[in-house]
Nanobody, 120 residues
Framework: QVQLVESGGGLVQPGGSLRLSCAAS????????MGWYRQAPGKQRELGAIITSGGGTNYAYSVKGRFTISRDNAKNTVYLQMNSLKPEDTAVYYC??????????????WGQGTQVTVSS
């Protein structure tokens, strides 16, 4: 079983920055893709950024150039550095990790979500 714990959310003014963290723990044999999704009130959950086990990244157009996803494999942790934040970035941010807690079986795991609010 794999557990994900998110941290780093909060209230910030437009143009400010936040750094989200998501740490995986439990029985982990390997971790594949890691990513950050977000969901604003009344809207569908959308992909913000992903990072592969090899370090390759992909970003949604809306965050490209402002957000940076990274990972520390030794700590089983994925980060999202968010700069130049806009009110439109306000949402609950969810960490998603593909991991093997049982050999040969890779499953998707979700964090509990952390609120990011960008407002004056």
């Amino acid at each position: 079983q794999v557990q994900l714990v998110e941290s780093g959310g909060g209230l910030v003014q437009p143009g400010g920055s936040l750094r989200l963290s998501c740490a995986a723990s439990g029985t982990i044999f390997s971790i594949g893709h890691m990513g950050w999704y977000r969901q604003a009130p009344g809207k569908q959950r959308e992909l913000g950024a992903i990072i592969t086990s090899g370090g390759g990244t992909n970003y949604a157009y809306s965050v490209k150039g402002r957000f940076t996803i990274s990972r520390d494999n030794a700590k089983n942790t994925v980060y999202l550095q968010m700069n130049s934040l806009k009110p439109e970035d306000t949402a609950v941010y969810y960490c998603n990790v593909y991991a093997m807690s049982i050999p040969t079986q890779e499953l998707s795991y979700w964090g509990q979500g952390t609120q990011v609010t960008v407002s004056s």
